[in-house]
């Protein structure tokens, strides 16, 4: 009795498999367009600076003129400076894209020389994945203490300023932008493909006719998981292509782990698509349900906007959406090298709502 009901799953999802690579429509959908949304975020991630920028200055110094300095520096248009103090919290956000610069004022800057003039060097650190950052941020400082030393009058300047990487990952923006995106690419294909699909087959009366042969709703729910997961991995793996040769996307974890963190959240959003396509009767149904469980998860799981940027009331409660530890398990073993060890929260949460939705999934399909 096992394998032929293993059999009837392989054999209805060799058959979706075939239907779905005949549908143009679609395969541009299902390919082409999350790539539209790589090419979109990877330029704008790509290293390009803007007006302002986000700098995080440390005074080490107790003089009078490092402290004007510093405020002038907090007034200034061109600056948003940050509330860091530690150079170590701060080098990790420059190396995450959130800081652009860290502006060091060394200790005794300020200090008067033997003309009696304030003296010493400003430190600009730079991330070496992003390093145009922090030579425009040199650049405008410079500038400032040029003025500040033609004021004063002399002709060896006794205001500088000095680049220095701080050399942390090698990363940029885009490799911390990129695990959004595959979240994002996982949840559209996972909700918004399935969860439009079954209630198309539920109208043409598909379902009916396989209902007859007879196929059991456990069966349809794992043959479409299934013949979905191969179109979610060839999608995941175009993606990564077009982000290792085109944006210089930089891995710094297991490839292993990855692809099995990979498949594992896919199996996971795609038990949404099938719950929403199982239970609704037609289109109209599936797409209000699809927009109700998709937009905050989009929204509020750090796929387009940081998490740390919300408040601290709101990260409690986004900790448990399904995608936030998807988003956060990807980002984590991409850039920080996470072990299998380490992402035991995430993979847990996972787990957790994996058996919760597939349940749900079986409970709640309706046949037409």
Request: no cysteine.
């Amino acid at each position: 009795m096992n394998r032929h009901y293993f059999k009837t799953i392989f054999a209805l999802a060799r058959a979706y498999t075939r239907r779905f690579f005949r549908d143009k429509v679609g395969l541009f959908f299902t390919f082409l367009f999350p790539l539209l949304f790589l090419f979109v975020f990877g330029y704008l991630n790509s290293g390009n600076t803007d007006i302002n920028f986000d700098v995080a200055v440390l005074n080490e110094s107790d003089t009078s003129f490092a402290t004007e300095f510093e405020k002038q520096l907090n007034d200034s248009e061109t600056f948003t400076v940050t509330d860091d103090t530690d150079f170590t919290a701060a080098t990790e956000r420059m190396g995450r894209g959130e800081l652009d610069s860290i502006v060091k004022l060394p200790e005794g800057f300020g200090t008067p020389n033997a003309q009696g003039q304030p003296s010493g060097e400003v430190v600009v650190y730079y991330s070496e994945a992003s390093p145009q950052s922090g030579q425009t941020v040199a650049a405008v400082l410079n500038q400032t203490l040029d003025q500040i030393n033609q004021s004063l009058g002399q002709s060896a300047p006794p205001l500088s300023v000095t680049q220095e990487s701080t050399a942390t990952a090698d990363l940029s923006a885009f490799d911390y932008v990129f695990a959004g995106l595959l979240g994002f690419t996982i949840l559209s294909l996972g909700i918004f493909g399935l969860a439009n699909q079954l209630p198309a087959e539920k109208k043409t009366g598909a379902l009916r006719r396989l209902r007859a042969a007879p196929v059991t709703s456990g069966q349809i729910i794992f043959a479409n998981m299934l013949y979905y997961m191969l179109v979610g991995i060839i999608s995941i793996v175009l993606m990564f292509l077009v982000a290792t040769f085109v944006f210089d996307f930089t891995m710094r974890g297991d490839w292993l782990l990855l692809f099995g963190y990979i498949v594992i959240s896919i199996v996971l959003m795609f038990g949404f698509g099938l719950a929403i396509g199982g239970w609704a009767k037609n289109e109209t149904q599936s797409a209000a349900l699809t927009q109700l469980v998709a937009l905050p998860m989009m929204f509020l799981s750090g796929v387009f906007f940081p998490r740390f940027l919300m408040p601290e009331w709101l990260q409690g409660i986004t900790t448990f959406f399904p995608l936030t530890p998807i988003v956060d398990g990807l980002r984590l073993i991409m850039t920080e090298s996470y072990s299998l060890f380490e992402l035991w929260p995430q993979i847990g949460l996972i787990a957790v709502w994996m058996v919760v939705i597939y349940v749900i999934a079986i409970r709640v399909f309706r046949w037409e």
